[in-house]
Antibody
Framework: QITLKESGPTLVKPTQTLTLTCTFS??????????VGWIRQPPGKALEWLAL???????RYSPSLKSRLTITKDAPKNQVVLKMTNMDPVDTATYYC????????????WGQGTLVTVSS | QSVLTQPPSVSGAPGQRVTISCTGS?????????VHWYQQLPGTAPKLLIY???NRPSGVPDRFSGSKSGTSASLAITGLQAEDEADYYC?????????FGTGTKVTVL
């Protein structure tokens, strides 16, 4: 059974760097085609795709946030880390990590999400 | 900012059929990327509802169905039930980058 769980700070100050960790089980990030990604959702707003890392370390980023995002993986630890620099109050959101299936590219398993508030 | 456009809301009485459109362009849905749909109940993470345009994961009732044509896709809910009241999002790829729809709130009258 696939599970994912996000961890990290619940409160960050403006201009700080946010570091979120996704710890997963039930699959391997060394399996061809598999990916893990990050999606966020500001309170009361729509989902926003942020970043994706594939089994072969290929990385993709949202064009609007690319300069602020870094996604990395530690396959043996079953973890994916997302860093977002220069946090702003508009970045307040629930951040989800999710498992991307190889064949169709859908997100079939999601973490519970973690609410990150940006405030001084 | 989203490149996939959905109606903000749709509503229907129990038992009725409702559809949600997802309009894209030639760089995403029209480029051949599959469309997936997610249901999000209040306070919970999104749940995969339809994948690969038309396929239902195990456990999803067959009153949910998906279709795709050209640069658009649709989600249909037949026999609307109270528990279907939720937010629904389409998702695809645009030049290999993930994109979500603007989201649609389904209200059961």
């Amino acid at each position: 059974q696939i599970t994912l769980k996000e961890s990290g700070p619940t409160l960050v100050k403006p201009t700080q760097t946010l570091t979120l960790t996704c710890t997963f089980s039930g699959f391997s990030l060394t399996t061809t085609g598999v990916g893990v990604g990050w999606i966020r959702q500001p309170p009361g707003k729509a989902l926003e795709w942020l970043a994706l890392i594939y089994w072969d370390d290929d990385k993709r980023y949202s064009p609007s946030l690319k300069s602020r995002l870094t996604i990395t993986k530690d396959a043996p630890k079953n973890q994916v880390v997302l860093k977002m620099t220069n946090m702003d109050p508009v970045d307040t959101a629930t951040y989800y990590c999710a498992h991307r299936r190889a064949v169709y590219g859908d997100w079939d398993y999601w973490g519970q999400g973690t609410l990150v508030t940006v405030s001084s | 900012q989203s490149v996939l456009t959905q109606p903000p809301s749709v509503s229907g009485a129990p038992g009725q059929r409702v559809t949600i459109s997802c309009t894209g362009s030639s760089s995403n849905i029209g480029a051949g990327y599959s469309v997936h749909w997610y249901q999000q109940l209040p306070g919970t993470a999104p749940k995969l509802l339809i994948y690969g345009n038309t396929n239902r994961p195990s456990g999803v009732p067959d009153r949910f169905s998906g279709s795709k044509s050209g640069t658009s896709a649709s989600l249909a809910i037949t026999g609307l039930q109270a528990e279907d009241e939720a937010d629904y999002y389409c998702q695809s790829y645009d030049n290999s980058l993930g994109v979500f729809g603007t989201g649609t709130k389904v209200t059961v009258l």
